[in-house]
């Protein structure tokens, strides 16, 4: 799961390849590198870690050359050391690589029997030597990949640059996505429209098994029996802008403070203020027919969609059905044609999602997405797109963009609940009057900033926390542990409040800290009862809920955070932001790489 970017260029290339890789840092950032054709021979440059060590290569050697390849790593196959880092170059090949070579073992062993040897523990460098062997026996670049395609399984986007032919890229892909961009005089290939904005607005997205020569004058596409075809060019609308920090230390803030601005943007879509409905985007969906929904994405997505599980079933009484994206694909999931399948995700190119969305689609259902990024792979695959507008998310911690489906999958609980007549038109009316209400409700939890700041320290030591919640609070612990857990490295865990006493409670003692979401409402009293039992065990509780709530059962707690009160299908929105801000000035008290945590990448687009 890499970034992918290359340019057949006429002036130099170098700094705009970098530009490209700052764009594709989402995807990994293990290490990087770039390759250009310089006087007839290979001239690379590589690092270990983020970009600015590449930078930094750089600036002391730079490069030259008007054609090049350059790549930003998420470690599959080989640690993330220099030697590992791409492009690698075998004899008159270098190739650069996003996604899995599964068979490579036998490859490469094929290989080592002829007397090959190898530089790194990769995968990708089996394709190379493969490439070489072809070319260094006569095959024309063009072919000698075409021979090597056929060989390979697994996901790959990959690009080839060749030693003897300047001027000429050749780009493939099998399951990770690449699109190919349009220039005068240049041309272009990235792994994604959002790699190549600032270079090209005219792109085209390579299809499954496509591959593709590029020269500074012309692009020529081929599928996957080797037969030339045409791919729609479209307009990518991709910005060119830079996101930039602003005066927020970090972008997780920044998307934090930004999340009353964006949801309101992402409401606009939703909902009719005037007409006191809520209503769904552009759909011709009947909501009426559906009877069963399948909720399938990963990570904070996931417990997204486990909220709207809630929601649906209790507003709407429509079952939901729900499963993170890697297990959904290959449990063999029954589904019944015509069926709703609701598939959620940031980026739109999560591996394991979009594997599900595509299963789902063969399986005959009407493929749903809620997608933040518009050009992606996710949006343009699926029949509705429910769009969320929390613009670009650079943190790799999810936070803004999980608001933002959470206001998508409220108004469409809501519609769902309404056309099978459980939503009366007065108590829709009145959600919606509340629905816009959520920035000015956001922004009141927002102003617990400090004093939430003021509890890291109460975290920031402890090795182990827990966070207990019910209802769609419970999914909400989760999105708080997996928060804590990416960004601070501690080990968190969220858990309906009721289970706790079914194995979690041993854990308890005065070094972990628990956090207990609980509003005030129907479950309130039973939440209570679960954190009094922590509290019989000496555990030290961080108390979130409302004034009610605080009033009832805040005596005696390490901290409590107040939020202010909510309509059901808004409260889970209003709760994120403590748990997010908590996690968030945590791991600034640790001092780690909050936009960067460790071992993780903002879009995983690897199985
Ligand atoms: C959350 O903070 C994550 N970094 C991660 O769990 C993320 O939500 C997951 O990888 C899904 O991504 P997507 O929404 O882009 O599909």
Same mark, same amino acid.
């Given at each position: 799961?890499?970034?992918?970017?290359?340019?057949?260029?006429?002036?130099?290339?170098?700094?705009?390849?970098?530009?490209?890789?700052?764009?594709?840092?989402?995807?990994?950032?293990?290490?990087?590198?770039?390759?250009?054709?310089?006087?007839?021979?290979?001239?690379?440059?590589?690092?270990?870690?983020?970009?600015?060590?590449?930078?930094?290569?750089?600036?002391?050697?730079?490069?030259?050359?008007?054609?090049?390849?350059?790549?930003?790593?998420?470690?599959?196959?080989?640690?993330?050391?220099?030697?590992?880092?791409?492009?690698?170059?075998?004899?008159?090949?270098?190739?650069?690589?996003?996604?899995?070579?599964?068979?490579?073992?036998?490859?490469?062993?094929?290989?080592?029997?002829?007397?090959?040897?190898?530089?790194?523990?990769?995968?990708?460098?089996?394709?190379?030597?493969?490439? =070489?062997?072809?070319?260094?026996?006569?095959?024309?670049? *063009?072919?000698?990949? =075409?021979?090597?395609?056929?060989?390979?399984?697994?996901?790959?986007?990959?690009?080839?640059?060749?030693?003897?032919?300047?001027?000429?890229?050749?780009?493939? *892909?099998?399951?990770?996505?690449?699109?190919?961009?349009?220039?005068?005089?240049?041309?272009?290939?990235?792994?994604?429209?959002?790699?190549?904005?600032?270079?090209?607005?005219?792109?085209?997205?390579?299809?499954?098994?496509?591959?593709?020569?590029?020269?500074?004058?012309?692009?020529?596409?081929?599928?996957?029996?080797?037969?030339?075809?045409?791919?729609?060019?479209?307009?990518?609308?991709?910005?060119?802008?830079?996101?930039?920090?602003?005066?927020?230390?970090?972008?997780?803030?920044?998307?934090?403070?930004?999340?009353?601005?964006?949801?309101?943007?992402?409401?606009?879509?939703?909902?009719?203020?005037?007409?006191?409905?809520?209503?769904?985007?552009?759909?011709?969906?009947?909501?009426?027919?559906?009877?069963?929904?399948?909720?399938?994405?990963?990570?904070?997505?996931?417990?997204?969609?486990?909220? =709207?599980?809630?929601?649906?079933?209790?507003?709407?009484?429509?079952?939901?059905?729900?499963?993170?994206?890697?297990?959904?694909?290959?449990?063999?999931?029954?589904?019944?044609?015509?069926?709703?399948?609701?598939?959620?995700?940031?980026?739109?190119?999560?591996?394991?999602?979009?594997?599900?969305?595509?299963?789902?689609?063969?399986?005959?259902?009407?493929?749903?997405?809620?997608?933040?990024?518009?050009?992606?792979?996710?949006?343009?695959?699926?029949?509705?797109?429910?769009?969320?507008?929390?613009?670009?998310?650079?943190?790799?911690?999810?936070?803004?963009?999980?608001?933002?489906?959470?206001?998508?999958?409220?108004?469409?609980?809501?519609?769902?609940?309404?056309?099978?007549?459980?939503?009366?038109?007065?108590?829709?009316?009145?959600?919606?009057?509340?629905?816009?209400?959520?920035?000015?409700?956001?922004?009141?939890?927002?102003?617990?900033?400090?004093?939430?700041?003021?509890?890291?320290?109460?975290?920031?030591?402890?090795?182990?926390?827990?966070?207990?919640?019910?209802?769609?609070?419970?999914?909400?612990?989760?999105?708080?542990?997996?928060?804590?857990?990416?960004?601070?490295?501690?080990?968190?865990?969220?858990?309906?409040?009721?289970?706790?006493?079914?194995?979690?409670?041993?854990?308890?003692?005065?070094?972990?800290?628990?956090?207990?979401?609980?509003?005030?409402?129907?479950?309130?009293?039973?939440?209570?009862?679960?954190?009094?039992?922590?509290?019989? *065990?000496?555990?030290?509780?961080?108390?979130?809920?409302?004034?009610?709530?605080?009033?009832?059962?805040?005596?005696?707690?390490?901290?409590?955070?107040?939020?202010?009160?909510?309509?059901?299908?808004?409260?889970?929105?209003?709760?994120?932001?403590?748990?997010?801000?908590?996690?968030?000035?945590?791991?600034?008290?640790?001092?780690?790489?909050?936009?960067?945590?460790?071992?993780?990448?903002?879009?995983?687009?690897?199985?």
């Amino acid at each position: 799961m890499c970034g992918i970017v290359g340019i057949v260029g006429d002036r130099p290339v170098a700094d705009r390849l970098f530009d490209g890789l700052k764009r594709l840092e989402y995807r990994g950032y293990d290490s990087a590198g770039i390759c250009t054709l310089d006087e007839g021979d290979f001239d690379r440059r590589r690092a270990e870690g983020k970009l600015n060590n590449l930078a930094a290569v750089l600036a002391d050697k730079p490069l030259h050359g008007t054609t090049g390849i350059a790549h930003t790593r998420w470690a599959t196959h080989g640690a993330p050391v220099v030697k590992n880092a791409h492009p690698h170059i075998v004899g008159p090949v270098a190739i650069i690589h996003n996604g899995i070579i599964e068979n490579f073992k036998p490859l490469r062993a094929e290989l080592e029997a002829e007397g090959r040897t190898f530089e790194s523990d990769t995968d990708t460098e089996v394709v190379a030597h493969l490439v =070489a062997r072809e070319i260094e026996g006569g095959a024309e670049p *063009r072919d000698a990949v =075409a021979a090597v395609l056929s060989r390979l399984h697994g996901a790959f986007g990959m690009a080839f640059l060749f030693r003897d032919h300047p001027g000429l890229i050749i780009g493939a *892909r099998h399951g990770s996505p690449l699109t190919v961009g349009y220039g005068e005089g240049e041309n272009y290939l990235g792994s994604d429209a959002i790699a190549l904005a600032p270079l090209s607005q005219r792109i085209a997205y390579l299809d499954d098994g496509d591959w593709v020569v590029l020269t500074r004058d012309e692009i020529e596409i081929y599928d996957k029996d080797n037969q030339r075809v045409e791919r729609e060019i479209v307009l990518s609308g991709a910005s060119a802008a830079s996101v930039e920090k602003g005066n927020y230390r970090h972008y997780m803030q920044k998307e934090i403070f930004e999340q009353p601005i964006v949801v309101a943007q992402t409401l606009q879509s939703y909902v009719r203020p005037y007409e006191g409905k809520v209503a769904l985007p552009d759909s011709d969906l009947d909501l009426s027919s559906i009877r069963r929904v399948t909720i399938v994405a990963c990570g904070t997505s996931f417990y997204a969609g486990m909220v =709207a599980k809630y929601w649906i079933e209790q507003f709407a009484r429509v079952p939901v059905d729900i499963d993170v994206a890697s297990e959904f694909r290959y449990r063999e999931p029954v589904l019944e044609k015509g069926g709703l399948a609701l598939f959620i995700s940031q980026s739109g190119e999560t591996a394991d999602t979009l594997a599900a969305l595509r299963h789902a689609q063969e399986e005959g259902q009407i493929i749903a997405a809620v997608i933040n990024v518009p050009t992606s792979t996710m949006a343009r695959e699926a029949d509705i797109v429910l769009p969320t507008h929390a613009g670009p998310e650079i943190g790799v911690a999810s936070t803004k963009a999980f608001t933002c489906q959470l206001a998508v999958l409220a108004a469409f609980s809501a519609n769902l609940a309404r056309a099978n007549g459980r939503m009366s038109e007065e108590e829709e009316a009145d959600l919606v009057d509340r629905l816009q209400k959520v920035p000015e409700i956001m922004n009141e939890a927002l102003d617990h900033d400090e004093d939430i700041a003021a509890m890291a320290h109460l975290v920031a030591p402890a090795r182990d926390v827990l966070y207990l919640g019910r209802g769609p609070d419970y999914p909400l612990a989760m999105e708080g542990a997996l928060k804590l857990k990416e960004i601070s490295y501690i080990h968190a865990e969220g858990y309906a409040a009721g289970e706790m006493k079914h194995g979690p409670i041993a854990l308890i003692d005065d070094a972990v800290p628990v956090i207990v979401l609980a509003p005030s409402g129907p479950l309130f009293e039973k939440t209570v009862s679960n954190m009094e039992e922590v509290r019989a *065990r000496g555990g030290k509780i961080i108390f979130v809920s409302d004034a009610e709530g605080l009033e009832k059962a805040g005596e005696g707690c390490l901290a409590t955070i107040e939020m202010p009160k909510a309509h059901p299908l808004i409260q889970p929105i209003v709760y994120a932001i403590p748990v997010q801000l908590l996690a968030y000035h945590v791991a600034v008290a640790k001092g780690t790489d909050v936009d960067q945590p460790r071992n993780l990448a903002k879009s995983v687009t690897v199985e």
